[in-house]
């Protein structure tokens, strides 16, 4: 477990140099990037002098080596529009959005593992008829479009939630509910299909075959490897979740770092918008190397595959 933890772990640390990597690439290619700072009509000596203040007259290897030297340390310059240092930015704005995003999975995964549970273990029953209505409608539905007309449902008609802000733990459940829907939908497919086919198991029939209570063979046999897939996706889907979040916090001005990244975006912050990456992918890497344990540990197939190494060739005599 020590060796496949250390591998992840290398892993993780490779994607993160890649992420900062392509960002610092995208966003210089992406046009000039004073264009959000320096004012129209400004003179060539105060582009110049910007220019020479950020470091954006150094050649590009050289201002790669400066920010991934001041990325190690946590600093990733200072932003243009927020007038503090970038990082701080986001960070201040981030609790926000992990509580939307942390809200939007404990409702997946409440409303997507029972349903798929019940829909693979009958799958000709009412509960796998309801889960397929569901996640046809969970997987088609546009967030924008879901969160308006919660919005109008909810807010503005029956006056039951807010519809804009964070007061209280009353302005997350719209948002949450918008942003849950497509990862319910897509766990409960899954879910369906890998207890389905676990079900074919010889391990499994075995267990029936020796009159194991059926509910122990569902939490020994059953969950631990039919889970394996879905712990999968829930640690992809915090990338979609926290990109998900732009949108609906636009939708209903929530004031996360989804909002904050795209108004950097808009006004061209390049220190934002960088530092908004980097958080992101940060996040994403850490909740990935958290399932990939996890599904290690409830799977030890998983980490003896991983840590495997194939016998080096031998010559022939």
Do not use: C
């Amino acid at each position: 477990m020590i060796a496949f933890a250390l591998g992840r772990l290398g892993y993780a640390l490779a994607v993160m140099l890649g992420v900062a990597t392509v960002a610092f690439g995208l966003l210089h290619l992406a046009g000039d990037p004073l264009a959000g700072l320096v004012p129209p009509g400004a003179a060539p000596e105060d582009q110049a002098a910007l220019r020479a203040r950020y470091g954006l007259d150094r050649s590009l290897p050289a201002q790669y080596a400066t920010f991934l030297g001041r990325a190690a340390r946590g600093d990733l310059g200072d932003s243009w529009s927020q007038r503090e240092p970038a990082l701080a930015a986001v960070l201040d704005r981030l609790p926000a959005t992990l509580a939307l995003t942390g809200a939007a999975v404990g409702l997946a995964l409440a409303v997507g593992v029972p349903l798929g549970i019940a829909a693979g273990l009958r799958p000709r029953g009412p509960a796998a008829a309801v889960a397929a209505v569901v996640a046809l409608l969970g997987q088609a539905v546009p967030g924008f479009w879901l969160g308006t007309l919660l919005i109008l449902l909810f807010a503005v008609r029956l006056g039951w939630l807010p519809a804009t802000g964070l007061d209280s733990w009353r302005s997350l459940v719209l948002p949450a509910a918008t942003l849950a829907v497509y990862p319910a939908a897509t766990v409960v497919r899954l879910l369906r299909a890998s207890l389905t086919g676990t079900l074919r198991l010889d391990h499994i029939r075995t267990a029936r075959g020796k009159g194991l209570p059926p509910s122990v063979v569902l939490r020994r046999h059953l969950l631990p490897v039919a889970l394996t897939p879905t712990l999968a996706y829930v640690g992809l889907q915090v990338g979609f979740l926290l990109g998900g979040a732009v949108v609906v916090e636009a939708v209903f001005a929530y004031p996360g770092v989804g909002q904050l990244a795209l108004g950097a975006a808009v006004d061209r912050d390049l220190p934002l918008v960088q530092a908004f990456v980097v958080v992101v992918a940060a996040l994403v890497v850490a909740a990935n190397l958290a399932v990939d344990l996890t599904a290690a540990w409830l799977d030890p197939r998983l980490r003896d595959v991983a840590v495997r190494r194939d016998p080096a060739p031998t010559g022939r005599a």
